[in-house]
């Protein structure tokens, strides 16, 4: 029910704020259409597919140039997975697989997602993160990434997690554009074999802030990837109605 709580405020939140950029990018290619997770026993993964008005993963942003102030456009999935089913140690939050493009960084050291052999060039190409949300009334959208306190030994990540200050992680999934439709498959293992689960569809825009004091804890005007806008929501209300098939 908290979750319900801390998600119904997005809405609330965006009809009342604007953005600065957030208008180059309000085009079908984030209106959403459908949104399904279908698990696979042949192959122990959920297929998790997002589908559009528009072209999906077409629409990229327009780099900054830095990487305060960078933009992020989001394919979202909000889920009632717990922090733990991912690799994260326990706490409060939504967790979410947020499939995402932003030019200015790269933040998957691991993997090469353009084939080219430099894995540090490929941030524009869009890939997965699981990150755990919260109320953030800081931002416009009215939600950010958790962030804990840079040295936190309390907190627990997954071994594949980019070495940022926040509840994220870079798991390297598979996505494929195909048309009106994003997709990802997850492997089972990698998320405790859960399969039994609720969802939702959301598509944003969000922002990377590491200026001002206090921005690598948290504690700044801003925090350091927030959403600052919702396109789209595929249940209208964010209630997560959605159930793996």
């Given amino acids: 029910m908290k979750k319900l709580f801390i998600l119904a405020t997005v809405l609330t939140a965006t009809a009342a704020h604007a953005c600065d950029k957030c208008g180059n990018y309000d085009n079908p290619d984030f209106k959403i259409t459908s949104v399904t997770v279908q698990h696979d026993a042949r192959i122990a993964a959920t297929v998790w597919e997002l589908h559009v008005e528009g072209t999906a993963g077409k629409t990229t942003p327009a780099p900054a140039g830095h990487l305060n102030g960078a933009p992020v456009l989001g394919y979202v999935f909000p889920t009632s997975l717990l922090p733990t089913d991912v690799g994260f ?11 995402t493009s ?3 960084f790269d933040d998957t050291p691991l993997w090469d997602e353009n084939a080219d052999r ?3 060039n490929d941030g524009i190409v869009w890939h997965p993160h699981w990150v755990v949300l919260t109320e953030d009334k800081r931002v ?8 804990f306190a840079k040295g936190d030994t309390s907190v627990k990540l997954p071994p594949t997690n980019p070495g940022m200050p926040m509840y994220m992680d870079s798991p390297g ?3 494929i554009t195909e048309g009106n439709t994003i997709r990802v498959i997850v492997p089972d293992y990698r998320m405790s074999n859960k399969v039994d689960f609720k969802f939702d569809g959301v598509a944003c825009y ?10 690598a804890h ?9 959403v600052y806008k919702v396109y789209s929501v595929a249940s209208k209300d964010l209630s997560l109605p ?3 098939k």
Wanted: net charge negative; charged share 10%.
């Fill in 140 to 147: 416009a959208g009215g939600l950010a990434v958790k962030q």
């Fill in 102 to 104: 932003h030019p200015d």
């Fill in 242 to 244: 959605y159930t793996v």
């Fill in 89 to 99: 140690s326990a706490t409060e939050g939504i967790v979410a697989l947020a499939l």
């Fill in 206 to 215: 969000m922002e990377v802030n590491t200026g001002g004091a206090g921005a």
């Fill in 173 to 175: 999934y598979q996505v």
């Fill in 118 to 120: 430099n894995y540090a």
């Fill in 218 to 226: 948290g504690t700044g005007d801003k925090p350091m990837l927030g």
